[in-house]
Structure formats: structure tokens, C-alpha cells
């Protein structure tokens, strides 16, 4: 009976731990030209886990591809 505790526990301090990694990642690695890391910042902040699979999948490759970090 504990696991049907512990499991969706588990899940959500996994989809926390992504949401701070990608904050992170973004407000450490995205380059300060115009506003698109304040709009990130916001996208991930106000959206979450949804917001940061998103810029998982959206903009952190085309960052990697286009400065290298």
C-alpha cells in the first residue's frame, strides 16, 4: 500500500529536479541578446515542468548548435 504513495512521490520530485536543472541551465547558459532569455525564464517559471520540456525540446539544441553551450 506504501508504494501507491511513494511512486507518485518519486514522480514529482523527478519533474522538480528537471524543472530546476532547466531554470538553471537557461538563466546560466542562454545568451542575454534582447529579451528571449527573460521570455524563457518566464515560460519555464510560469508553465513549469510543461515550460521546461519545452525548452528542453524547443531551444536548448538550437542554443548548443548556434553558441556552443
Sequence with gaps: MEILF????????AGFVIWIWTLID???N???EGND???WVLVIVLTHLLGAIIYL???RPTRIA????
Excluded: Q
Excluded at 6 to 13: M, Y
Excluded at 66 to 69: F, M
Design 6 to 13: 511513494i511512486i507518485p512521490f518519486l514522480l514529482g520530485l
Design 26 to 28: 537557461c538563466i546560466s
Design 30 to 32: 542562454e545568451p542575454g
Design 37 to 39: 532569455k527573460i521570455i
Design 57 to 59: 525540446v524547443a531551444r
Design 66 to 69: 548556434t553558441y556552443g553551450r
